[in-house]
């Protein structure tokens, strides 16, 4: 389409509740919010590694009236070491400046103050498709990793899972920052929170729960 019908077919575009659910998680896990014109409109970059195919393309499949180009695949290199990328972007849209204007702050993603009001288990489902781990193969406890947040978010964080679905965790420091550790004594209810929502690609992360 030409930018004329472009513009006119984004003025249609409204983002449903569980597509918002779904942004949520992901800009609390790996997707970014970016804007080229000072915050009037933002679009949604989604990227993991190319082993995450069926994760992207099932997120690419709820946003799919927001996106033009269908995800692909791209070559980066790092530290010396060729890495397949497999990504796509969402339209620049208004209808994102909100989640711009908690998540970031001068251009830095941050945890805003009510997180608590937006995050559902689906968001956190999506969030722990993109973040989450298993501790160890002989521990039910899961991490989240989130050393891309300061103490304080991710204190923030930990009282929200408590708060809103009573879930019992801690922060773990690494090297890069913290993380969080759901404690093996939630670990059962949060995979009865998160499950229904988990793409089958992903459930090898509650492998042993549940």
Do not use: C
Request: charge should be positive; glycine fraction near 6%.
């Amino acid at each position: 389409m030409n930018s004329n019908e472009l513009e006119s077919y984004k003025q249609t575009l409204k983002l449903t509740k569980r597509q918002r659910e779904i942004i949520v998680g992901t800009i609390l896990g790996d997707g970014h919010l970016e804007t080229s014109n000072n915050g009037r409109t933002y679009r949604l970059k989604t990227e993991h590694a190319l082993s995450q195919k069926a994760y992207v393309d099932w997120l690419y499949a709820e946003l799919k009236d927001w996106v033009r180009t269908k995800p692909q695949i791209k070559e980066q290199l790092v530290n010396n070491k060729m890495f397949s990328k497999y990504w796509f972007n969402t339209y620049a849209h208004g209808s994102l400046r909100f989640y711009g204007q908690q998540f970031y702050k001068q251009k830095k993603k941050i945890v805003p103050k009510l997180i608590y009001k937006w995050l559902t288990p689906l968001s956190l489902a999506v969030w722990f498709m993109d973040d989450g781990s298993i501790k160890s193969k002989v521990h039910k406890a899961r991490i989240i990793n989130t050393q891309s947040f300061t103490k304080a978010e991710v204190e923030l964080l930990i009282k929200t899972l408590q708060d809103n679905f009573g879930l019992q965790s801690k922060l773990r420091k690494q090297p890069e920052g913290y993380q969080i550790m759901i404690l093996a004594e939630s670990a059962e209810k949060f995979a009865q929170i998160i499950g229904p929502y988990l793409h089958d690609s992903m459930k090898y992360k509650l492998e042993g729960l549940g």
